[in-house]
């Protein structure tokens, strides 16, 4: 009799040991994976000049929309990494149909042809971003360039994404510098 209770309580540990195994492969094989890397998060950043904080990458649209009454929108980059991109801290409403973004950039300690993507970004009554356009300044070692978006609605939501469009190559290809968005031509 004892022999068949061991064999019992065997089977009865193989059989939920056989099922915690299956449920956890089943887990595991549509778990969504992931990468993290924290030194490549903390490496680039916009610096908002209106408030000197730094946003670590903006990873994310923003959800608060920003106040003109505090001047044109000034942001900083520093090492903006090739095929990385920063999102505005606030989104932006235009009254002139227009946005202008005069971008001062550099390219750090290596020289080459750096291409920043400025994508234009509007949200709909649903609160979904849609990218609507995109317009890229491309400067060898440093240089300044304006960039215009034209024909937008008055009183919608936009935001941009500051891309580094860069080609890979030798070197670090970082960019730096700071664009500044107004409502009107800067000069």
């Avoid at 408030?51 to 929309?65: F, G, V, Y």
């Avoid at 304006?146 to 500051?162: I, P, V």
């Amino acid at each position: 009799m004892k022999t068949t209770i061991n064999k019992v309580f065997k089977g009865i540990v193989a059989s939920t040991t056989s099922a915690i195994m299956c449920l956890t492969m089943i887990g595991v094989s549509n778990a969504t994976a992931y990468a993290y890397d924290e030194v490549e998060h903390m490496d680039n950043y916009m610096v908002e000049e209106s408030t000197n904080r730094p946003i670590l990458r903006a990873p994310s649209k923003p959800t608060s929309e920003y106040d003109w009454s505090a001047g044109n929108y000034i942001a900083t980059l520093e090492d903006l990494r090739v095929n990385t991109g920063s999102w505005t801290s606030r989104y932006f409403k235009t009254t002139t149909h227009s946005f202008y973004l005069k971008c001062n950039l550099n390219s750090g300690s290596t020289s080459g042809e750096r291409k920043l993507r400025a994508e234009l970004y509007k949200k709909n009554s649903y609160g979904v971003w849609t990218q609507v356009e995109s317009r890229t300044a491309t400067i060898q070692t440093s240089g300044v360039q304006t960039l215009q978006f034209s024909n937008l609605e008055n009183g919608a939501c936009y935001c941009f994404r500051l891309y580094n469009a860069t080609s890979t190559g030798n070197g670090n290809r970082y960019i730096n510098g700071s664009v500044i968005i107004s409502r009107s031509y800067i000069r």
